[in-house]
């Protein structure tokens, strides 16, 4: 009892600050019909492509900024803001659905997401949207190591390289649960999805082993470390890797033989949506090729958008594997599942055991 009155405690408050900040749920009827509330990333969306969508449509964009999907996830669920357009990733959009927070699309108002979001995106995305019926994919990547060529004289293709005692101290890691246990999980040959307790121990034990070898868990200080050569080695995105090889020409990226996650950032329509037409017409919109050109070179993550690599001009990104891989480097990859409580639990618990050993 005591910590569902703490929780509602919380939430009380949380719905009082959103009620003074102006995130999000404002008087629609003041705000009239040509608005379209979105929340999303921070900085995950060219600000270039706002403005045409709104001198293009005449529906003002109100954009609200998360950081990560479970801060987002508690706002949407409790009702209190009723946003148009949400990009959740993969697993939480698996949940959003499993807790009946979303509406499904209507794609005969999506012709641009028929047409030009690659069938291969729908296929993966069907392993959190059965069916394809909530979402369209906006951004995707991998996970894979990104390395110094000059520091590292042994062939990167594998995970095990992380496990290598000749670089002991130049070695880099997530500092992410889902994240971290990944690596291990797929060096064993299991799911990176897994809640088998013994595959679960096995990772742990795996991550402690390694952690004499590790110089830091963390998140951008890692990108920092890899550009500025204090590190040889580390665990990063796709799309952070490429800006990080345009900083730096002596690194590379790689995905490694035993499998990553293929993670996948969709949007979405929540069933309390109180502008819907307008939603669709934004997410149609971000899917025209023209725009998903510019986002992409704005993000510099890759697009599920099958027009973008041919119209892509720029040599630092037309024809780059990291960004425009070939099939064989993402199909077949596991995306993130929702755990639920007892798994989300299960890999926290694991996390802070392998940090504190």
């Known amino acids: 009892m005591k910590k569902i009155y703490i929780v509602s405690i919380c939430l009380a408050l949380l719905m009082s600050i959103l009620a003074f900040s102006g995130c999000g749920f404002q008087d629609e009827e003041a705000e009239g019909d040509n608005i379209v509330y979105v929340y999303n990333w921070g900085d995950y969306i060219d600000p270039d492509t706002l403005e045409q969508f709104e001198e293009e449509t005449g529906i003002h964009v109100v954009m609200d ?42 794609f005969s108002r999506l012709p641009n997401a028929r047409q030009y979001v690659g069938q291969v995106f729908y296929k993966q995305s069907e392993t959190f949207d059965p ?32 496990w290598n005692e000749k670089y002991k101290n130049e070695i880099l890691m997530q500092d992410s649960p889902r994240d971290a246990y990944m690596v291990a999980l797929k060096r064993l040959g299991y799911s ?13 034990d795996m991550l402690i082993a390694q952690k004499p070898l590790v110089q830091a868990y963390g998140i951008d200080d890692v990108k920092d470390k890899l550009v ?3 590190a040889a080695m580390g665990v990063i995105f796709s799309g952070e890797a490429l800006r990080m090889m345009l900083e730096n020409e002596d690194l590379a990226y790689v995905v490694p033989k035993e499998g990553t996650n293929l993670w996948i950032d969709s949007w979405v329509i929540p069933k309390n949506a109180a502008h819907v037409e307008n939603a669709h017409t934004f997410i149609d919109f971000m899917s025209r090729p023209d725009v998903a050109l510019k986002n992409f070179e704005y993000l510099t993550y890759s697009t599920p958008n099958t027009a973008v690599p041919e119209m892509e001009e720029d040599e630092d990104y037309k024809d780059n594997p990291v960004v425009f891989p070939p099939p064989e480097v993402y199909e077949g990859q596991e995306t993130y599942q929702d755990l639920g409580e007892d798994g989300d639990k299960m890999y926290n618990e694991g996390w802070i055991q392998v940090k504190v050993y």
């Open 65 to 106: 900024e998360f950081d990560t999907n479970e801060s987002m996830y508690p706002l949407v669920a409790a009702g209190a803001v009723r946003y148009d357009v949400i990009c959740p990733s993969d697993y939480m959009i698996q949940k959003m659905i499993k807790h009946d927070l979303l509406q499904p699309l209507d």
């Open 131 to 162: 069916g394809n019926i909530y979402s369209v994919p906006y951004c995707w990547g991998t996970v894979g190591i990104l390395y110094n060529r000059t520091m590292v004289d042994d062939p990167v293709d594998s995970w095990d390289i992380l």
């Open 192 to 204: 990176l999805n897994t809640t088998n307790p013994d595959e679960m121990r096995q990772a742990r």
């Open 228 to 230: 500025s050569g204090e």
